[in-house]
C-alpha cells in the first residue's frame, strides 16, 4: 500500500482572488464614516436633556429630540432625566414592585436604626423624592451625588429624630418630622449645589426594635386604657356635673323668684294699708261701717241659723226654738 504525505497548498491559487488594495480602503473608509456618523447623532427622550463635553469640559446642553455632536472620544454626551421624579429608599428595598411588591431581606439597621431625643431607639424607613433641576451641577459640582444625597438624607433624618421623643416619631409627629426633614434636606443641597430638588419625604414604617417590640405593645396598651379611663371619666364628668349645675341654677332661680313675689305681696298689702288707712282718717264712720259690713257679709254666710233681734225688745225666748235642730246647742 502507497503511503500518501500531507497535502500541498498553492498560495498563488489564493493570490489570484485576493481583492485590490483600494477596495481595502474604500471600505475601511466607508466603516470609519459610518462610525463617525452614527457617534455624531443621539437622541435625547422627552424627560430628559443632553450635557455635551467638548474634550472633557462642559460645552453645552443638548434639548430633547434628535441631536448632533462631534464625533467621540471629541464630544461625549450624558444624559439626565430632568423631568422624570427618582427616589431613593433609606431602611429597606424594593426589589420589584407590583401587585405583591418584594422587598429585600438583607438588614438595613445601619440606616435605620436611630435614638430618639427620650433615649429610646425606633427603626425609621423613609423615601426621599427628588427631581433634577439643575443638570450642570448634578453632574460636576458633587462626586458621587448619589451617595452624597443618601448620607445627607441619613444625617438630616437622624438629627430631626433625636429631637423628639419616640411617640411623637411612631406617632402623632410623623408629618413635622416629614416636612422639618424635606426643610433640612433642600437647604443642604443648595448649600452643596447637587442641582437636586426634593418634592417629598414620606416616612414609612417607624417601629421600636424587634427585641423590645412585645414590652412597647404593652406600654402602648396601658397608655390605651390610660386614656380610655380619662374620657369615661370626662364623659361621666360633662354628664352629672352640667346637670347638678343646672338644678342648682333652678332652684337659686325659684328661690329668687319666691323672694321676689313675698317681698312684692308685702309692699303691695304695706299700700293698700296705708290706702285704707288714708281713707279711715278721711271719714272714719263710713270706714268703720264699709269695714263691718264687709267682715258681716263674709261671716254670715257660713252661719246655719241667722236671728235678727231689735234692740228694744225684752224677751227672745218665746221666739227660740229650743226643740229645733241646734237650739239644744
Known sequence: MEVQGPPTIDLNQFRKNKPPAKTIIAGVVVLLGAIIVFSSIFTIQPEEVGVVLRFG???????PGLNFKMPSPLEQVFKVPVQRQLKQEFGFQTIEAGVRTRFSDRNFEGESLMLTGDLNVAVVE????????????????????TKTFRDMNEAVMRA???????????TVGRLEI?????????????????????????????NPPDPVKPSFNEVNQAEQEKERAINDARSAYNRIIPKARGQAEETIQQ???YAIDRVNSARGDAVLFEEVLAAYKRAPDVTRRRIYLETMAAVYPKLERKLVLDDNLSGILPLLDLKGTGGGQ
Request: negative net charge; glycine residues 4%; hydrophobic residues 35%.
Open 57 to 63: 469640559k462642559y460645552n453645552r446642553t443638548a434639548e
Open 255 to 257: 328661690a329668687e323668684g
Open 126 to 145: 423613609w423615601i426621599a423624592q427628588y427631581r433634577v433641576d439643575d443638570p450642570y451641577k448634578y453632574l460636576f459640582k458633587v462626586r458621587s451625588v
Open 160 to 170: 430631626v429624630v433625636g429631637d423628639r421623643s419616640v411617640d411623637e416619631v411612631i
Open 178 to 206: 416629614e416636612d422639618e426633614v424635606k426643610v433640612r434636606l433642600q437647604d443642604l443641597c443648595n448649600r452643596y449645589e447637587t442641582g437636586i430638588v426634593v418634592d417629598q419625604i414620606v416616612l414609612q414604617d417607624v
